[in-house]
């Protein structure tokens, strides 16, 4: 995945200084672009799927939410179904 986010300019492996056996991933310019795009994108999704409920019940719906997260231990930041991507070798 990192090879391809690298082949798109997005981000760059870097050495790195404490470790010399791992890289650093640092996002470039297009990649801090394409965070944003896609953290706009996440928010209209966000407003439109909670259009008509007033703040106390989406605080209540996202409260619900993370009961289910936890119950199903899920790890906060990662779709759970990042196991099933799958990045064709080019």
């Known amino acids: 995945m990192i ?3 690298e082949e798109r300019a997005l981000v760059i492996r870097e050495a ?3 470790d010399r056996r791992i890289y650093s991933l640092r996002l ?3 990649g801090e672009e394409s965070l944003r795009g896609i953290g706009e994108v996440a928010r ?3 407003e439109a799927i909670c259009f008509g409920l007033d703040p106390a ?3 209540g ?5 993370q009961r289910i997260a936890d119950r199903h231990e899920l790890t906060p930041g ?3 179904g ?3 991507l799958r990045v064709a070798p080019k």
Request: hydrophobic share 40%.
């Open 3 to 5: 090879d391809a986010l």
């Open 16 to 18: 790195n200084a404490q």
């Open 28 to 30: 470039t310019d297009a």
């Open 44 to 46: 209209a999704h966000n």
């Open 57 to 59: 019940e989406r605080a």
């Open 61 to 65: 719906l996202a409260g619900l939410l």
């Open 78 to 80: 990662v779709h759970p």
């Open 82 to 84: 990042y196991k099933d």
